[in-house]
């Protein structure tokens, strides 16, 4: 038996000689393609104990293919936000045209740019009602 970093290993007595061998006889590389390979393998086909609980274990989660996991910049909540705030912003900007004197030229090009941002953020707002 050898003692490495305070753990008894190897030998006849080891708790777990086959884990002993692939960490003494295999690089770090290979390690991970094991380690990544039975990730897959042994939930599907049991770990081969006969006998005990640990034969075929159903699937505690799903596959990670169908995790639905929110990458930074993609969050479905946003959309309707922007909606909302461009709704805002398109009558916050016409009350303030309306309220002011300016000139009606600048006025109508306002009012002009204000309905298609008022429809887009209305499409926006309610994009998941169709």
């Known amino acids: 038996m050898t003692q490495r970093s305070g753990v008894l290993r190897g030998g006849v007595g080891s ?23 039975m990730r897959v393998i042994v939930p599907q086909q049991g770990s081969g104990v ?6 075929r274990q159903p699937l505690s989660r799903p596959p990670l293919a169908t995790v639905d996991t929110v990458v930074r910049g993609e969050h479905r909540e946003r959309t309707p936000l922007y909606g909302v ?15 002011l004197s300016v000139p009606a030229w600048l006025r109508l090009v306002v009012y002009v740019l204000d ?8 499409l926006f707002t309610f994009r998941d009602l169709g």
Do not use: H, N
Request: charged share 15%; aromatic share 6%.
């Open 15 to 37: 708790a777990s000689p086959t884990l002993d061998g692939i960490r003494d006889d295999l690089d770090v590389r290979a390690r991970r393609v094991v380690g990544a390979a």
């Open 50 to 55: 006969g006998g005990t609980p640990f034969r």
């Open 85 to 99: 705030l461009m709704i805002i912003g398109a009558m916050v900007s016409a009350a303030i045209v309306y309220s």
């Open 115 to 122: 309905v298609p941002v008022a429809i887009c953020g209305f």
